[in-house]
Nanobody
Framework: QVQLVESGGGSVQVGGSLTLSCAAS????????MGWFRQVPGSEREGVAT???????TYGDSVKGRFTISRDSAKNIMYLQMNSLKPEDTGMYYC??????????????????????WGQGTQVTVSS
């Protein structure tokens, strides 16, 4: 079993920055594919970024150049540095992990249903 706990969400003004953290515990190791997703009420969960065992990263088009995903495998913590925040970045942010995606972490069309472990989410609100 793997447990994921997000933190770092909050309210920020347009153009501001936030850093989210995802602390992992249990049987997780560095081979897991990890990612960040976000969701607003009434919409599907959207992929934000993923990172694999080699620290190779993939980003959703809407966050490229503004967000940075990283992980500290020694501490089992994943981060999402969010800069130049926009109102459309508002949502509940979830971290996810999946060992079976170890070599498929950046596959086109990767969906939230491909991940088996999820945190409970942390809310990000960007206001103008």
């Amino acid at each position: 079993q793997v447990q994921l706990v997000e933190s770092g969400g909050g309210s920020v003004q347009v153009g501001g920055s936030l850093t989210l953290s995802c602390a992992a515990s249990g049987s997780i190791d560095s081979t897991y594919c990890m990612g960040w997703f976000r969701q607003v009420p009434g919409s599907e969960r959207e992929g934000v970024a993923t990172i694999d065992r080699y620290a190779t990263t993939t980003y959703g088009d809407s966050v490229k150049g503004r967000f940075t995903i990283s992980r500290d495998s020694a501490k089992n913590i994943m981060y999402l540095q969010m800069n130049s925040l926009k109102p459309e970045d508002t949502g509940m942010y979830y971290c996810a992990a999946e060992k079976r995606l170890s070599y498929y972490c950046h596959s086109p069309g990767l969906r939230d249903s491909d991940f088996g472990y999820w945190g409970q989410g942390t809310q990000v609100t960007v206001s103008s």
